[in-house]
């Protein structure tokens, strides 16, 4: 089993849907958890940390199930800005390594 | 508020030919420092983290190195580029204490293409 795994999509959705993705982590005892966004031949950037009670931000919610070893992300109201790849991305410890990133799902948001 | 940039952003390099990427990160000390790569159709693969200076962890053999001169200088490097060095350079930083749940940030990238 790869540590994280994702759905690479794409996931072709039209503006103002609802869109949900998931990831899979190998590592049960991984203990901080992010969603990052890539835009095309950009660098990744912190879309939101994920927080074991769930969080929401705007029309982003992120949720983490321990016992069940997945995250998901549902982007609500989706707007043609949102297009682009979303990587899920795990800490394996509590600090001093790096994170592991998944191969990520792309967005694609037309009108 | 902290700052990472990385150099050059494009580079076209023949087959055989040295590398080096810098990176410099600003606004914080100490600071947790890697390279990363994302080849064409690939997630990010970690290659160097650092803790410090002089303290090098390379994640994958390959003919890359990296080094830490400075605290918040990190450079990759490669005496002979292979084909299969081709990709999109990252380096990123996080911070020491775990507070930030160890939060990652990216520089601009490099993007290298062997010829």
């Known amino acids: 089993r790869k540590e994280v795994e994702q759905d690479p999509g794409p996931f072709n959705v039209p503006e103002g849907a609802t869109v949900a993705f998931n990831c899979t982590y190998s590592?049960?005892?991984?203990?901080?958890f992010f969603w990052y966004r890539q835009d095309c031949r950009k660098e990744p950037k912190l879309l939101m940390s994920?927080?074991?009670s769930g969080n929401e931000d705007g029309r982003f919610t992120a949720q983490l199930n321990r016992a069940s070893q997945y995250i998901s992300l549902l982007i609500r109201d989706s707007k043609l800005s949102d297009s682009a790849t979303y990587l899920c991305?795990?800490?394996?410890?509590?600090?001093?390594?790096?994170?592991?990133f998944g191969k990520g799902t792309t967005l694609s948001v037309s009108s | 508020s902290q700052t990472i940039h990385q150099w050059p952003a494009t580079l076209v390099q023949p087959v055989g030919s040295p590398l080096s990427l810098e990176c410099t990160v600003e606004?914080?000390?100490?600071?947790?420092l890697y390279w990363y790569r994302q080849a064409a159709g690939r997630g990010l693969q970690l290659l160097f983290y650092?803790?410090?200076?002089?303290?090098i962890s390379s994640e994958v053999p390959q003919n890359l190195s990296a080094s830490r001169p400075q605290d918040r200088q990190f450079i990759l490097s490669s005496k002979k580029l292979l084909l299969s060095d081709s990709g999109f350079y990252l380096c990123?930083?996080?911070?020491?204490?775990?507070?930030?749940?160890?939060?990652?940030?990216f520089g601009e990238g490099s993007w290298l293409t062997v010829v």
């Open positions: 990123a930083w996080s911070a020491q204490t775990s507070s930030s749940g160890n939060t990652i940030y």
């Open positions: 590592n049960s005892a991984s203990q901080s």
């Open positions: 994920v927080y074991s």
């Open positions: 991305v795990v800490n394996p410890i509590q600090a001093g390594t790096a994170l592991i």
């Open positions: 606004g914080t000390s100490n600071p947790n």
């Open positions: 650092s803790v410090g200076i002089g303290q």
